[in-house]
């Protein structure tokens, strides 16, 4: 079927380019238009009891959460001079009458002492705007904006809004800046690898086509559901990183075969049916690892999901089409305009067991039981500081220092009298009359942790209680205290919901773990299907598996130590807080699994053909070692560039993803695919390769390959661990 697919590529090579073509002008011109379609926020638990309490106090009481917090300041003049008060009243007068506003409250109108700063030099306002939807209010925002500041003062916005906004405008900023930081990098080490700018500028060719389509594929997306912005990041990272990989194995073996003697058409057709395999396979892999993320009900993990399966869909489908019919027009040319490197050798043995990947091979299985012991204890390590995560929601501390956004919560927080009760829990109470109100309110206060619990709202019978307690929002003392309340009877026909900050932290962990069995589930069911049907074993999908978990681990540790231990802080230039944003993890998984596994089917695919050529499983290690070894890591080195390049954003998820990334790429391509494969291949020996029979029969006559009925060029010994008679 591939050599097939590689024939007819080369006859309508002239056709598919057009195509290619046609995708990326729409792409350019529609498809990177994808921002203003995209949503914000997207990282609370729907239909959780602290999201219905948000709705029905905006039902019931109207909204009670400021979206904006305007801060005036002025170093001269206070509250009460003119200098300050003047301008600040006749902004705010204006305000009001702005159709987008929908309640302002402030120092001058209600003289509260609680909206002035301790030197009683700024004073903010606390904006309600009339808008429900996230969007809408980004929309609002963004035409109030210009009205907010007074003249002559100091004037910094804040908010939830305004730090959604902000978040927005930086991951935008970031992306094109770790595309500006990522390209040129990585074009001189293709360059390093290739040794000729022709072949060094497919990958880059193929990942541009392969972020252009992703972005309209996800832009048509957006118009039948909300997706959030951060799905760019995906697309970015994966699209660019998947398309040079898969680029970077096609062009290496089309050059394999065109030194092999075989002309344009047969190399293309040869390429398709080893490399173009692997590049299946390992799509088809990453995707559906993706897709476990769709089952989340949070729109930050379905966007990242949608956006990463478009973009190495359309990565995997560009290294499938568009780049075969390049090299079937480009030939032997695809060597053209060499570049000298002086370091760069050629290896006559490359192609044999003796060159130095192969050599490493056969050193690591001479010893495999204490290789596989000493990688476990290194992982091991690494993976331990995991044990002591701690999850809690984001708050302006994502956003860099001195970002008007974080600048206006620091302020309000250390400056203001009521800096220390921010993130209050809201109790809602239904369907209770003042003395049942009464008597919730006091039993609050009587749970240990509650420093107050005051009325803020009342309409008929609802009533809105916001609870202040000891510590931050995301302390133990803040859930302890949502949990308490939620724990206490109420009478009969009452009805009470509680929300705000701490609440909403603790239905979001309860959301993810609810459904994370489920996604583990499906990514080991994706990786153990499609890797049996690729090589028709049943311990190497097992094994897979295995070691996937051991590199995540070892991610996941080290965005512990960095992130929640604050380790590299200064140099990352981010404030930890002491625990991870929920979400984050989620996400990490999912991509680092269907990453690892990429690099998986890479290297076993060669070792599964020289098993069929030989029958000896350790030469079929070594061969295979030798073939990928150096394109693997380059590979590697390569993702870690593009990662590293939006690692150096500005806003701390993307830092975050990245640190983790790039620690599960070098911890995959350095110990894990060097050491620990070779040395578990060595000691499952001819067991690598066995399926029961009912097995083996159903690879050959559905596994994915050129040929699944045995063949007269396949080694005895590989038919017989395959299900054949011995």
């Known amino acids: 079927m591939f050599s097939w697919w590689g024939r007819t590529v080369v006859q309508v090579r002239w056709w598919v380019l057009a195509g290619a073509l046609a995708l990326a002008v729409v792409g350019g011109g529609w498809g990177t238009g994808v921002f203003g379609a995209l949503s914000s926020g997207g990282f609370d638990a729907p239909g959780s009891e602290s999201a219905q309490t948000a709705q029905r106090i905006t039902v019931e009481l109207g909204a009670q959460s400021p979206d904006l917090v305007v801060l005036y300041s002025n170093p001269v003049a206070t509250v009460d001079a003119s200098g300050l008060r003047d301008p600040v009243t006749a902004t705010l007068a204006a305000l009001r009458q702005r159709p987008e506003v929908a309640k302002v409250v402030d120092f001058y109108d209600t003289g509260s002492p609680l909206l002035v700063s301790t030197d009683r030099h700024a004073t903010y306002a606390a904006i309600t705007l009339r808008a429900t939807s996230d969007d809408a209010k980004l929309d609002a925002y963004r035409s109030l904006r210009p009205a907010l500041p007074a003249p002559g003062v100091d004037t910094q916005v804040g908010g939830v809004v305004a730090l959604m906004a902000t978040a927005d405008e930086l991951t935008e900023q970031d992306i094109a800046r770790g595309e500006a930081i990522a390209m040129p990098i990585v074009l001189i080490l293709l360059v390093i690898v290739f040794g000729g700018l022709v072949a060094a500028g497919m990958p880059l060719l193929i990942g541009i086509l392969a972020i252009l389509g992703a972005l309209t594929t996800t832009r048509l997306i957006a118009t039948v559901t909300d997706v959030s912005t951060f799905a760019v990041n995906s697309i970015t990272l994966l699209g660019l990183g998947m398309a040079i990989d898969y680029s970077l194995f096609m062009v290496s073996r089309f050059r394999e075969e065109l030194a092999a003697g075989h002309d344009t058409p047969q190399a293309v057709a040869g390429t398709m049916a080893t490399a ?264 190497l999908p097992v094994k897979a598996v295995l070691m996937n978990l051991v590199s995540i681990g070892a991610s996941f540790g080290a965005v512990v130590w960095v992130f929640q231990d604050g380790h590299l802080a200064s140099w990352l230039g981010f404030t930890p807080t002491g625990y991870l944003e929920p979400n984050l993890p989620i996400l990490i998984l999912a991509v680092l699994f269907g990453l690892a596994t990429d690099y998986e089917v890479f290297l076993l695919s060669r070792i599964r053909e020289q098993w069929d050529a030989t029958g000896d499983n350790t030469t079929a290690v070594a061969t295979g070692m030798q073939h990928t070894g150096r394109i693997i890591t380059a590979a590697a080195l390569l993702l870690v560039i593009v990662v590293a390049g939006f690692t150096a954003g500005q806003v701390v998820f993307a830092k975050l993803i990245g640190v983790g990334m790039i620690t599960a790429i070098v911890v995959d391509a350095a110990l894990v695919r060097t050491l620990l494969v070779p040395a578990s291949m060595r000691l499952l020996g001819r067991w690598n390769w066995w399926a029961p029979r009912p097995l083996a029969a159903l690879y050959r006559r559905y596994g994915i390959g050129e040929d699944r009925t045995p063949k007269a060029q396949s080694h005895p010994a590989a038919l017989a661990d395959a299900g054949e008679p011995r």
């Open 276 to 539: 173009g395999r692997t590049v299946l396979v390992s799509g088809a892999t990453i995707a559906l690892a993706l897709s476990s993320l769709l089952i989340f009900p949070q729109i930050f993990l379905r966007s990242m999901g949608i956006g990463g399966m478009a973009a190495v869909l359309v990565a995997m489908l560009g290294a499938l089409t568009v780049l075969p019919a390049l090299l079937a027009i480009l030939g032997p040319r695809i060597n053209a305009l060499r570049v000298p490197v002086p370091w760069r050798r050629r290896h006559p043995a490359a192609s044999t067991v003796h060159g130095g990947w192969a050599k490493l091979a056969h050193a690591v299985m001479r010893r495999p039981l204490p290789y596989v012991v000493a990688v476990l204890a290194v992982l091991a390590a690494l993976a331990l500081p995991f044990g002591h995560a701690r999850f809690g929601g984001a708050d302006e501390r994502v956003l860099p220092p001195g970002t008007p956004a974080r600048v206006v919560a620091e302020r309000i927080a250390t400056q203001f009298p009521a800096g220390a009760t921010t993130g209050p829990i809201q109790v809602l109470i239904e369907a209770a009359s003042s003395a049942q109100v009464a008597d919730v309110v006091g039993r609050v206060r009587a749970l240990p942790g509650v420093t107050g619990a005051q009325v803020a709202a009342s309409r008929g019978d609802t009533t809105l209680v916001v609870v202040s307690y000891t510590g931050e929002p995301t302390g133990d003392v803040a859930y302890d205290t949502v949990r308490a309340i939620r724990d206490l009877p109420t009478s009969v026909g009452v009805q009470m919901l509680v929300g705000g900050r701490p609440a909403q932290d603790i239905d979001l962990v309860a959301s993810l773990a609810s459904r994370l069995p489920w996604m583990a589930a499906i990514m080991a069911a994706v990786t153990l299907v499609l890797l049996f049907l690729a090589f028709g074993s049943l311990l």
